[in-house]
């Protein structure tokens, strides 16, 4: 078993055709964990115990699951003090729906701090390292999620993407992450951050499984009224039919050798006979502030359930102390301004510039995608950061757009830089179209290959 390329399709094929039992894969993912993850420090629980012989489309393929995620009988901890000891009662729905089908769930992953993060160095438990190089950063939030996979402790993580989070942390550690269409995936069991933007999303090792996984997890589910069936069926595009928008202006404040990957993927796809079109979405600094706004705003409202006494919380503490001594400095910093933007003497200035912002990028998408199939853009315009230089890197500048309006986007790995880190590309395309999203993205993952580009 070669753990750092093994995909989901092939242990699935190699379970289905009984070349290998679901009970030896589990065995070996293990016994993988238990010697790689004190290195990567991915998981915060490990869930073994024995499964029998599953059956279904994913019968025996490991999968972990991000800690903020439901899953009965496990800790739920969100990487919080504030959650340490919560067990939760109840299965998500993405958990529901992977153990139907046969998945083993490995455990529990790292994250930022109620996913509070870009770069997977705000966990209050632990430092997730990337598998890749662990001088540098693992991306954030979904850390661990990334890390599991990158590090062959699992061949898929179901991560949560409110701003990036699924993207960020896949393309720092050379995978892929997909954020689908907003709905088409139930958030029943995904503990909230900012709901209106909050999405679960999935890192893989390829766009093939990407496809294969939303093939499982998209679907209309009553216990999440966002929900709605969003075809993912077969979509057959060349990738000579395609017509997509570019902007130099993307690449403005992109280091050398990013501008240089994002070009070569350009000229492939118009060498391909693709068309091309120079507009768009991103790098526009108030739609960065209302992000910031909105998100603050919804969280502050979604985490003053933490109070001690309905959820969270340590015994003999009481709510101001609870809150006070339990979250981190960042989820209280983005408390306080969320406060301060939903105040009624800030109310308009902030939060309702910010949601009119937010309406202006929805309509921008809309009629930009009546044009396009697809937008090509770096997913970071910055080579992976170490610890020291994290700071200052602007990592949400191409991921909220999509999360702002609801659309599909995928981070694929597309070249590497001089330090050998991972340079990924970010594909998004109109609402609801993930499956051409998925499938153009397949065929450009191909084409890289092709090229020797990856
Ligand atoms: N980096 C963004 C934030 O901290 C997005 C996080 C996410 O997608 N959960 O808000």
Sequence with gaps: MNFDTMTVGQIARMVSEKKISSGEVSKMYFERIRKEDKNFRSYITVCEEEKGEPSGRLAGVPISIKDNICMKGTLTTCASRMLEGYVSPYNAHVVDRLSSEGALITGKTNL??????????????????NPVNVNYLPGGSSSGAAASVAGGMCVAAIGSDTGGSVRIPAAFCGLCGFKPTYGAISRFGLIAYASSLDT????????????????????????????????IGECEIALGDIRFAFSDKDLEDAET???????????LLLRAGASCVDKTLFGNAKSDNAYRVLACAEATSNLARYDGIRYG???????????????????????????????????????????????????????????????????CDFSVPTYSNASSCRADRFTVAANFAGNPAISITAGRDKNNMPVSVQLMSARGCDAKLLSIAEKLEQLLLKEGAV
């Design 313 to 379: 919380g340590k015994s003999g503490l009481d709510v101001l102390r609870t809150r006070e001594e339990l979250f981190g400095e960042e989820v209280k910093r983005r408390i306080e301004y969320g406060n301060f933007v939903l105040a009624k003497e800030n109310f308009e200035k902030y939060f309702k510039a910010a949601a009119d912002e937010r309406t202006r990028v929805i309509k921008e998408t809309e009629m930009l995608f009546e044009d396009v199939d697809v937008i090509i853009s770096p997913l």
């Design 200 to 231: 679960i999303g999935i890192v893989t090792r390829n766009a093939t499984d990407a496809k294969l996984l939303s093939s499982v997890l998209f679907g209309k589910d009553e216990r999440d009224m966002t929900s709605y069936d969003v075809n």
């Design 257 to 267: 050798e990013i501008a240089e990957v994002i070009c070569r993927v350009r000229d």
């Design 112 to 129: 930022d701090e109620f996913a509070m993060g870009s770069f997977g160095d705000n966990s209050a438990l632990f430092q997730t390292k």
